[in-house]
């Protein structure tokens, strides 16, 4: 079977269960970290840090799957220059077809995950916090929690490193898209069969369950959804692709349809 390329459209949402921190790098007034906000003040999750964390789950699953030790090395992380420098005419995995390397950019946008209206959350969502927190203005959205660093040895507090950060509130739900183009093999020769990066990046969506910082305290723990599957302009109904994630042990085979096409 030979490689085939699809324009993919995938809406998703993500629903924070305990609060957040996406971080500035900048300070104001009194707060030491201050949290990521648009132009309007609202809070949204960057589209990059929501592509690293499914690019780690996706990797999880890659490495459980993949066969090969040589395509297993290929999946570092693209910033490594040797690394990129090996896999160079080496054969391509599923990582890199969804998220680009060095040698191959990749062809698929996260964009930043804006935060949902009351009209739009309440029918789904189903929770009082939600509802009555977007009525609010954007500051009250956000808590600021005042912290102090520790010695990890001694578990004992660092002398003058108290400080202040901003948190989003838990039970906000954010939307975001993922589109783009996706070049891959397809499990079989079915119209509608999946490609293998496409089974790999579902998967690894439905595995995100913290973002931002702060994780090791229990904060950005959320719950990944995908709403709507749109492929070559066709939309694809939920109990479909959904029945494809049963499949996920094809993944093995990656490596030998690879050789198939060769």
């Known amino acids: 079977m030979k490689a085939r ?26 707060v030491d970290r201050t949290i990521a ?17 499914v690019r780690e789950c996706c ?12 395509m297993s090395e290929l999946m570092a992380t693209p910033h490594d220059d040797d690394v990129a420098l090996r896999g160079l005419g080496a ?33 789904t969502a189903g929770t009082a916090s939600t509802a009555e927190g977007l009525q609010e203005s954007p500051e009250a959205l956000v808590t ?31 939307s975001g898209t993922i589109r783009g183009w996706l070049t891959c093999l397809p499990l079989d020769e079915e119209p509608r069969s999946p490609t293998y990066s496409l089974l790999l990046l579902l998967a690894g969506l439905h595995l995100v369950e913290q973002l931002g910082a702060n994780k090791s305290t229990g904060k950005g723990r959320c719950r990944c959804d995908v709403l709507h599957l749109e492929i ?31």
């Open 144 to 174: 600021p929690y005042t912290q102090v660093r520790l010695r990890r040895l001694t578990r004992t507090a660092v002398p003058g490193a108290l400080y202040t950060s901003e948190f989003g509130r838990r039970h906000l739900t954010f």
């Open 91 to 123: 054969r391509v995995s599923m990582i890199t077809r969804i998220f680009g390397s060095q040698m191959l950019p990749g062809t698929l946008f996260f964009d930043n995950a804006r935060l949902l209206t009351t009209a739009e959350t309440a029918p």
């Open 5 to 30: 390329t699809d324009r993919l459209s995938i809406d998703y949402r993500l629903t924070f269960l305990t609060p957040f921190h996406f971080g500035t790098g900048f300070r104001q007034g009194l």
């Open 59 to 70: 990797e999880q699953l890659a490495r459980t799957y993949e066969e090969l030790a040589e």
């Open 232 to 262: 070559n302009g066709e939309e694809y109904p939920p109990e479909e692709w959904r029945g494809w994630l049963a499949r996920l042990d094809e993944l093995m085979y990656y490596s030998t349809a690879q050789e198939d096409e060769e």
């Open 37 to 53: 906000r648009d132009r309007q003040g609202w809070l949204y999750v960057p589209g990059a840090t929501f592509k690293g964390v």
